[in-house]
């Protein structure tokens, strides 16, 4: 076993205050691609970068559009766990995880058997009529033809999921950062740490144990106690 990886055990192994903090590295390994790294969604060719294209203003000056990447691009329905959601839920169940953080929206900790999810981009799984709240599954969303709408008043239906310029939900911000500030370890995992306000929780944890695990260099390595390198399915499977 890799030398990080042994020190990353021996942390995991002797905490029961463990918080994850994760973002779309974790689910590169269920196929889903992430936004910045080579095969992710920044290295594709569309007319619009994502963030234009998932941003407030963009969904609502043309829905149409939006609507139309966000089925292309953003759904993966039958997207499965991988070894690092399954790790989490373990921990959970084991009482040493106090939670999961997370900026996806895919939904996959919860399909892993997490339970203590606080998902600050909101969930492709959860979408409402934005005139009368009512609410649709993601089944729902990719049958419909074009823009969905709403089977009642007619209405658009919007995922719940936090786009560009949009904040975010002070219920969940409030419960990660207490979780963070409290915690005896904080394993943050494929994130870049470049999407703000999210990347800014790390400045929470009060610890020595901050363990940063990516692929590549992320824009917070030099706060890390311990950094591992590689895909975070095959690392966590090792612990
Ligand atoms: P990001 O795309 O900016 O960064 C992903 C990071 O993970 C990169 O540093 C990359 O090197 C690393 N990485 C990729 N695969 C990895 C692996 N197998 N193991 C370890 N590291 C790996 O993603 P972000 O920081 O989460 O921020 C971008 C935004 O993208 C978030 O707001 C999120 O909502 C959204 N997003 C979500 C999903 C999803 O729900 N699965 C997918 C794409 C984008």
Redesign the pocket.
């Known amino acids: 076993m890799d030398e990080a990886v042994a020190k990353l055990k021996k942390i995991v192994d002797e905490s029961d205050n463990i918080v994850f903090f994760g ?7 269920s196929n ?6 080579v095969d ?2 920044y290295n594709q060719k569309y007319k619009y970068p994502p963030e234009r294209i998932i941003s407030h203003s963009f969904y609502m000056d043309r829905t149409d559009e939006f609507y139309e990447f966000y089925k292309d691009r953003m759904l993966f329905p039958d997207a499965e766990p991988n070894a690092a959601h399954y790790k989490l839920a373990q921990w959970e169940k084991e009482g040493k995880l106090r939670g999961v953080i997370t ?4 939904g996959l900790h919860q399909k892993a058997g997490s339970e203590k999810v606080f998902e600050l ?1 909101g969930s492709v799984l959860r979408n409402y009529c934005t005139h009368c709240g009512k609410f649709f599954d993601l089944d729902y969303i990719i049958k419909s033809d074009g823009i969905p709408k709403c089977d009642e008043c007619g209405n658009i239906i919007k995922p719940d999921v936090v786009l560009y310029e949009e904040g975010l939900d002070n219920e969940v911000i409030g419960a990660a950062v207490s979780l963070i500030s409290k915690a005896d370890v904080l394993i943050i ?7 703000y306000p ?1 990347a800014g929780l790390i400045d929470y944890y009060r610890g020595n144990k901050l363990v940063l ?4 260099e ?1 824009a917070r390595d030099s706060r890390a106690d311990l950094i591992v390198h ?4 095959e690392i966590f499977s090792q612990i």
Do not use: C, M, W, Y
């Not at 973002?23 to 390994?29: I, W």
């Not at 695990?213 to 590549?216: G, L, Y």
């Open positions: 973002g779309a590295g974790v689910s590169t390994e889903i691609p992430d936004f910045r790294s992710g969604l900026q996806n929206i895919d981009h995992g494929g994130t870049s740490l470049v999407v999210a695990v990516n692929k590549d992320t590689g895909k975070i399915g």
